[in-house]
């Protein structure tokens, strides 16, 4: 897949869903319209941050995105739809997932305890993460125990961190924007995480001005 930029990515075919294997690092919408770049946080205005400090790390974990950026549209624009059909940043032919896509991706590893640590189904996470790159834990069925034993599905999901004025979580957290919301609240954003110390590949919301990574699902 080649985004507007020409970054070209690997994809991934888990179960029903064709994904992207690298985090988003594209600075236009589709339409060739420029993403700003400015360092300050913003609920509206579409905002990417560099997740490293150099061009090898930007190309390792990608860019960290706003919502206003991610879903090419404020908080206000929402969908737990599966398809979301949401384009957002995602290039042509592509949609930022629901967290119900989310949700369908994890059930379909639980089904089979191939892709699942221990003998929990909830322990999901090792099963999506990269084998290098996160920091290492000592913690049972967490990512960052045993690299070796990380992406079975070839996910290859990298810890990116986020950015909410300062950067955070390089090397221990990933964090991935949804077209979602929190039940009734337009203002909390629904994202799925991956840490360095845990075994579950789990949702949370947040504010829409938080800078998180993007993964693309083929329409």
């Known amino acids: 897949m080649t ?27 589709a339409d060739g319209t420029a993403i700003s770049n400015a360092l300050t946080i913003s609920t509206s205005e579409p905002r ?12 390792t974990f990608g860019l960290l995105y706003n919502v206003a950026a991610a879903r ?26 629901s967290t119900t896509e ?25 099963a999506l993460a990269a084998n290098e790159y996160w920091q290492t834990s000592d913690v049972n069925c967490a990512v960052g125990n045993d690299l070796s034993a ?8 990298r810890p990116a ?6 950067f955070n979580g390089l090397y221990t957290q990933g964090f991935f924007w949804t077209t979602s919301r929190n039940g009734s609240s337009n203002s909390d954003c629904v994202y799925w995480t991956l840490s360095y110390d845990n075994a579950a590949f789990s949702s949370n919301y947040t504010t829409s001005d938080k800078g998180f990574s993007v993964r693309c699902v083929k329409n």
């Open 3 to 29: 985004d507007y930029d020409n970054n070209e990515y690997t994809t991934v075919l888990i179960g029903e869903q064709c994904w992207m294997r690298e985090n988003l690092r594209v600075t236009h919408f």
């Open 48 to 59: 990417y941050y560099n997740a490293g400090t150099s061009a090898t790390e930007t190309e």
């Open 72 to 97: 090419h549209g404020t908080q206000s624009n929402y969908t737990d739809n599966a398809p979301s059909g949401m384009q957002g940043v995602c290039p042509n032919g592509w949609h930022l997932p």
């Open 102 to 126: 989310f949700s369908q991706l994890a059930s379909w590893l639980a089904a089979d305890n191939a892709y699942y640590c221990g003998q929990s189904a909830s322990n999901l996470a090792k």
């Open 150 to 157: 990380n992406n079975f599905t070839l996910f290859d999901a």
């Open 161 to 166: 961190g986020s950015y909410n004025g300062s």
